[in-house]
């Protein structure tokens, strides 16, 4: 079973999806919690290290054989917290650094754009820890799409991922354009850019989905 940790319900119903379309037959076991995102927004994503300790303890006590978490604020502490929460076992993945490591491979500029402006500094990292893994230079911009982010909260789906869209639309000069967030994955099908745009929930799954295959032999 693979345990996913998210901060918004909204993300549930869009794994499920790429679950039943890529992976049929694997398990999911979905933990929500929205306070987790809020408090690290407000304090810092390592003032929520303790709740996220905890949550991931209780996934491998449901079961799980691997933990993927969707947030991207808070994904450096899940990697981190995994050591300590779960054991060597339990593999705890981070659901964009497989996006990341995507982007590092496309050139050398990249552009994180992020909706929520705590978003950015965590994805930055985690491109320029990929570009340290994979021996590339890399320069790292991020954008902020901070119209989109009010359409989010007011259930405005639609009007979210076109403002994300068309502030991809609008980058320049890059060799790829990251979606820092998991909830910004349809615009990806709405830009026009000649720069490819990159999602997380895809790559991400399957990664996570991986790590639960029982090994061969």
């Known amino acids: ?41 407000r304090e810092g994503p390592r003032a929520v290290t303790g709740e996220v300790e905890t949550l991931l303890r209780r996934a491998v006590a449901e079961g799980a054989r691997a933990v993927l978490c969707t947030c991207s604020t808070i994904g450096a502490v899940a990697e981190t917290a995994g050591a300590a929460a779960t054991g060597p076992g339990v593999p705890v993945l981070r659901v964009d650094r497989p996006m990341a490591a995507a982007a590092v491979a496309a050139g050398p500029r990249v552009v994180v754009l992020a909706a929520l402006e705590s978003t950015l500094a965590p994805t930055t990292a985690l491109v320029e820890d990929e570009a340290r893994r994979a021996g590339r230079p890399v320069t790292v911009r991020g954008v902020l799409a901070d119209a989109a982010w009010p359409r989010f909260e007011a259930g405005d789906d639609d009007g979210y991922v076109r403002r994300v869209a068309a502030a991809a639309d609008r980058v320049v000069d890059a060799d790829a354009i990251v979606l820092a967030q998991a909830s910004m994955a349809p615009a990806e099908r709405l830009t026009t850019t000649p720069v490819p745009v990159l999602a997380s929930p895809r790559p991400g799954l399957a990664a996570a989905a991986r790590a639960v295959r029982p090994a061969p032999g």
Do not use: I, K, N
């Open 1 to 41: 079973m693979l345990a996913l940790l998210h901060t918004s319900p909204v993300h549930v119903p869009v794994f499920d999806a790429l679950r039943d379309e890529d992976h049929p037959g694997l398990r999911l076991r979905h933990f929500v919690d929205a306070t987790l995102l809020s408090t690290a927004r």
